[in-house]
């Protein structure tokens, strides 16, 4: 069992800073990619970042060059540092993990709201 823990959400005014953070739990198989994505209020879940275990990364084009995705292998954590924040990034966010193993499973924490003032 997978289990995926969020922290570091909260409320920032716009052009403010966060850091959020995911721990990953259990039977964790390499290789795997994880990432973060993020749903506001009545739109779609969409990807935001995600970085693979070798350490490639890959980002949404509405957050390059404001956030910045990391993980530490050793403790199965990963983390999204967002930068110049702005009303549109508000949303919740949601750590995945991608398991490439087995065919692929992905797992989901139940995720972390993020709120920005104007």
């Known amino acids: 069992q997978v289990q995926l823990v969020e922290s570091g959400g909260g409320l920032v005014q716009s052009g403010g800073s966060l850091r959020l953070s995911c721990v990953a739990s259990g039977s964790i198989f390499n290789p795997n990619t994880m990432g973060w994505f993020r749903q506001a209020t009545g739109k779609e879940r969409e990807l935001v970042a995600v970085i693979n275990s070798g350490g490639s990364t890959n980002y949404a084009n509405s957050v390059k060059g404001r956030f910045t995705i990391s993980r530490d292998n050793a403790k199965n954590t990963v983390y999204l540092q967002m930068n110049s924040l702005n009303p549109e990034d508000a949303a919740v966010y949601y750590c995945?993990?991608?398991?490439?193993?087995?065919?692929?499973?992905?797992?989901w924490g139940k995720g972390t709201l993020v709120t920005v003032s104007s």
């Open positions: 995945n993990l991608y398991v490439i193993r087995s065919g692929g499973m992905n797992y």
